[in-house]
């Protein structure tokens, strides 16, 4: 027996539940993840982390609305934390896209729209340090997929500096558009709950039915326009985000009038101003964060197509999301 099927079951026993006779691993997640029956169990072996502990304080708050499976049970071990939710019915969005009707995939995404409406209908309020000072968030982790404020995104870019096979003026630009972009997140402090990291293949689909959004693990207070940015993200490389075993069919082209008919059913997500700024400051604080996490180990027309630099230097060159996909 592998020892990961000894996690699941070690997991399963201290949520006081059976293991069923089939365990079936999930492939493409960030976590280990099983089917187990009724249930799903997530494992997180990262030395240190606790996000799946604030997943269930998050859930906590999620109403009806927002279709979360619900939390069963959490807990610690020797392995790490591990997370028991139910099992939903569906298969991950992006994996049944190919599959669906322009109408089908229409109502998909109005139905994704209201749920993440609801999501940002929550208010989290900085008096809730649950939240809003989350552990990902610990001044030196770089685990949150986006790297703000300026403070921390600063920081993160003279980690870069440290870096073979950069640019240094690669670096002075986006420091450039960093600071230039800036005063585009000027206001009160946001008290409006984000999911953090919502793409096609956190949500569940079945039979014309947005049936779950998963993993909260980086929700916390902030503002809105930052979950347009992953879903915008996305749909422009959506090879990047799904599970390596169906990423050859993907393309950008199934996805160009997703932005579209998010803009129809969730108009107030685009309200902002300076709504391309934001963006591009989001998309900044992603890339200069993946570039550190996986810094380029060959020059730069040896990268691999969505390596962390190529996409840096495309949005410092203006080829930013909002220029590749249709809205």
Known sequence: ???????????????????????????GAANEVWYAGDYVVRISSHPGTRRLEHETTVARLLPPGVRYPGVVSYGRAEFGEWLVMRNVQGSVLARAWAGMREGERRDAVYQLAGALREVHHIKVGPNNEALDRPPFLEPDSLECPHQLPLARLLRVLERARTLPNVDKG?????????????????????????????????????????TALLDFEFARAGPPDLDLEIILRFCADPQLHVSVDYAPSVNRDDYRSVLRWIHE???????????????????????????????????????????????????????????????
Do not use: C
Request: aromatic content about 8%.
């Open 170 to 210: 690669v670096l002075d630009q986006a420091e450039r558009l960093a600071r230039i972009n800036a005063a585009s997140l000027n206001g009160p402090a946001p008290e409006n709950l984000v999911h953090g990291d919502l793409h096609f293949e956190n949500v569940l689909y079945d039979k014309g039915e947005i």
């Open 265 to 327: 059913a969730y108009p107030d997500l685009f309200e902002h101003p300076a709504l391309e700024s934001r963006l591009n400051l989001y998309s900044l604080s992603y890339d200069l964060r993946d570039l550190v996490v996986d810094p380029p180990r060959k020059p730069f027309d040896q990268l691999p197509p969505f390596h962390a630099y190529r996409r840096l230097r495309r949005l410092l060159d203006g080829r930013g999301m909002l220029q590749l996909i249709e809205w």
């Open 1 to 27: 027996m592998s020892t990961a099927v000894l996690r699941v079951k070690r997991a399963l026993a201290l949520a006081q539940l059976d293991a069923p006779a089939n365990l079936e691993r999930i492939t």
